[in-house]
């Protein structure tokens, strides 16, 4: 193993950790380790696929690390992880067919509205949380139509994730809050888990039909798979109100940082 080698992998694990904490607590794993892959040299597209594997050990610590929170909600994370996991296959089949530059002129917008999303959640933090699911929230108290809305945007955020991804997890955390009434621990555990089988799902495809940096996933995923552990834990002892503004300002800063390198 060469020098360059052996900082990559240096490099890689502490990059690994920092990403899974932010991706397990803000949905924002991209904005750290999609760079970082950038910066060691792997070329955008073999950078975005390598990322999606090494993601999906983010998506095994967290399962690991959020068993009290899945075990309230194991019927919401059914209806959940068919939509992404489908819109997963899309989204690789789209990236792999049609890595088209246009698509991102349109994210700022998407991660925008998301964030927007987000600070109006907020006063039903204040309101306290009555214990609810998706069935409650959505299914009850909401017309079909607004029901197909939230089934079409969940499939979108899938599609998403298996295409690009930068915060998707944003997306998803934005939509479960606006649908339903459950804490921020709650939906974002469905959030952590469901995300991870749709790269799970698209690095499955990724390994057939594209180049994957395999030696640079072990130390990437290893680091992922620590901070995707701890990140639940964080996310237990915040206050909700200060987590969502939070991730409602990295939202906005990665939107106009998109926006900018889209447009000018």
């Known amino acids: 193993m060469t020098t360059n080698m052996i900082d990559m992998i240096a490099i890689l694990f502490p990059v690994g950790i920092l990403a899974g904490v932010v991706s397990t607590t803000a949905g924002m794993a991209s904005l750290v380790s999609y760079p970082a892959l950038l910066s060691v040299g792997i070329p955008p597209v073999f950078a975005n696929v390598t990322n999606t594997a090494a993601l999906v050990m983010t998506g095994f610590g967290s399962t690991v690390s959020s068993q009290k929170e899945l075990g309230d909600h194991k019927k919401d994370l059914i209806k959940v992880l068919p939509l992404t996991i489908l819109g997963s296959v899309i989204g690789s089949v789209l990236l792999l067919e ?3 530059a246009s698509f991102t002129k349109v994210v700022p917008f998407f991660i925008l509205l998301a964030g927007i999303l987000m ?3 907020i006063k039903k933090t204040a309101a306290g949380h009555p214990a609810a699911s998706l069935d409650s929230s959505v299914h009850s108290h909401r017309s079909l139509m607004i029901t197909m809305i939230v089934v079409a945007a969940v499939l979108f955020v899938g599609a998403y994730c298996g295409y690009f991804g930068a915060a998707g ?6 939509i479960l809050s606006a649908t339903t009434s459950m804490p921020y ?9 469901s995300l991870g089988a749709s790269n799970l799902v698209a690095t499955l495809i990724f390994a057939f039909k594209s180049h994957i940096y395999w030696w640079l996933v072990i130390p990437l995923g290893l680091g992922l798979f620590v901070g995707g552990y701890i990140g639940p834990k964080i996310v237990r002892v915040i206050p909700e ?8 300002m990295l939202a906005f800063g990665l939107a106009i940082d998109l926006f900018v ?3 000018f």
């Open 98 to 100: 049609q890595p088209s």
């Open 185 to 193: 621990s709650s939906y974002n555990a469905l959030k952590n888990v």
């Open 261 to 263: 390198k889209a447009y």
């Open 119 to 121: 600070l109006t959640s």
């Open 241 to 248: 109100k200060v987590l969502k503004i939070v991730v409602s």
């Open 169 to 174: 997890g944003v997306m998803m955390l934005a």
